[in-house]
Every structure is written in structure tokens, then in C-alpha cells.
């Protein structure tokens, strides 16, 4: 009798063993569905993502060029116009409306690709994008972004994402930190380039993960289609910092 239940112990146990080692199979198949569903799903996100940037880089540029020329030229033939037969007031909101139509077309441009960018390198704009924001704001920064060509490190294609990663960062600052100080350092460490800001504001006073806004939220967006990582570091009335990592993609054109 003892016997007998010794053998049903052991096949109970066999039993069992088999379908903890068929629970493990499974749950391992689960979890490489996942992430290849995962790398499918960024890879498709990130091909329209870029596409649709590269789109809008095209649309920016044929909205500078013709209709910012031609209100330009607009804008000078009202400045010719002889006042004496004019009455100079209308004159004059003509001339102030045509300029808040550049301004706005210079607005709308950059919004669908970074102006800047046309314009500079991906340092200097930067650069210029943190002296326009900052000194506005009467905020105090310091950056090691001299000391680190970034377009050396970064695909063409990704420039604009690293660009309004940092732009959200400065204007969620700007906006909502109520700090007089923002440090932006940027670094290389073998394929990974690495970005780390911080300030010495409020940090956010609700919790973390539910107060991520519309800011926060582009943010987190942006580095995940350049496949990279974020992490939050919240100080309570000592200030909020970003550790954003991105791995260095070599072989493509910039």
C-alpha cells in the first residue's frame, strides 16, 4: 500500500513538473510574441514617423520659399507706396498684418520641420533654440554641447527628434518648473549618445507617472522611435532631471 503510494506521488509529481515546464515554454513564447510584436509595431511607427517628417520638411520648405517670398515682396512694394495719397494708419496695419503673416508662417514652418535646422547644424541649433527660450525666460543655462558634435553622431533623419526632444524639455521648463536654472550635458559612451538635463525647480508635485501631460508625454514618444530610453528623476521642490539615451545608428547618410 505504501508502495502504491509512493508511485502515485512520483507520477504526480512528474505530472506536475511537466506542466510547470509547459507553463514556462508558454509564458516564454508569450513573452517573445510580445516583443516581436513590439519591434514590429516601433518599426512600422518609426518608418511613417519619419516619412511623414521627411514630408514635412518638403511642405516647410515650398511654404518658405513661395508663399514666405511673396509676402515678403508684398511687404515691400506696401513700404514703397507713396503715403501722401494713403491714409498712413490703414497703411500702417497693412504693412503690421503682412508681418504677423510672416510670423505666422514662420511658426507653422517650424512646427512641420525645424527651420533651424535648414539653417544651421544640429549644434547651432540647438544652441540658438536654448539662447532664444531661455534668456527670454530669464533662465540661467549651462551645456557642454561645444564639446560634442552631435551631427557627427546622429542620422539625418533623427536630427529633428533630438531637436523637439529638447525643445519640449526647455519649454516644459519654461513653463511649468519655476526654476531660474536649466543644465543640459550631452555625451558619448561607446554606441550610446546620452542627453541629461536638469533643474532646480518644483519638480512635478503630483504623482509622476499620472501627471504625464501632453509635454512629457511627446517626449517619451520621441525617444521611442529613435529606439531609445528615458528616465524621470522627480525631486520635490529640487528640481526635475531626464536621462535620455539613444543608440548610435552608423552606416546611414547625414
Not at 516583443?35 to 520648405?61: C, D, P
Not at 518658405?64 to 507713396?82: C, I, P, R, V, W
Amino acid at each position: 500500500m505504501h508502495q502504491q503510494h509512493k508511485e502515485t506521488y512520483i507520477i504526480i509529481l512528474i505530472i506536475a513538473t511537466g506542466l510547470f515546464f509547459v507553463l514556462v515554454l508558454f509564458l516564454y513564447l508569450v513573452y517573445k510574441q510580445y516583443q516581436k510584436n513590439r519591434e514590429l509595431f516601433i518599426e512600422k511607427l518609426n518608418a511613417e514617423y519619419l516619412g511623414r517628417g521627411e514630408e514635412r520638411r518638403r511642405i516647410s520648405k515650398d511654404l518658405h520659399d513661395e508663399f514666405g517670398a511673396l509676402l515678403s515682396t508684398t511687404k515691400m512694394y506696401l513700404s514703397t507706396l507713396n503715403k501722401d495719397n494713403l491714409d498712413t494708419d490703414t497703411l500702417k496695419k497693412t504693412i503690421n498684418s503682412v508681418s504677423e503673416g510672416l510670423n505666422t508662417l514662420h511658426k507653422i514652418t517650424n512646427d512641420l520641420y525645424p527651420s533651424a535646422l535648414n539653417k544651421n547644424n544640429l549644434n547651432n541649433a540647438i544652441k540658438d533654440m536654448i539662447h532664444e527660450y531661455c534668456s527670454h525666460a530669464d533662465i540661467k543655462t549651462t551645456t557642454n554641447i561645444d564639446n560634442v558634435e552631435i551631427d557627427e553622431l546622429i542620422d539625418q533623419k533623427s536630427k529633428a527628434q533630438i531637436y523637439w526632444i529638447l525643445k519640449e524639455i526647455v519649454i516644459n521648463t519654461i513653463k511649468h518648473s519655476k526654476s531660474k536654472t536649466l543644465d543640459m550635458q550631452f555625451s558619448k559612451i561607446e554606441n550610446i549618445f546620452i542627453i541629461k538635463t536638469k533643474d532646480e525647480g518644483v519638480g512635478i508635485l503630483n504623482n509622476l507617472v499620472s501627471n504625464k501631460g501632453n509635454g512629457i508625454t511627446n517626449i517619451t514618444n520621441r525617444v521611442e522611435i529613435l529606439r531609445g530610453s528615458i528616465e524621470m528623476l522627480n525631486h520635490i521642490n529640487k528640481g526635475l532631471e531626464y536621462l535620455i539615451k539613444i543608440p548610435i545608428v552608423y552606416g546611414k547618410e547625414n
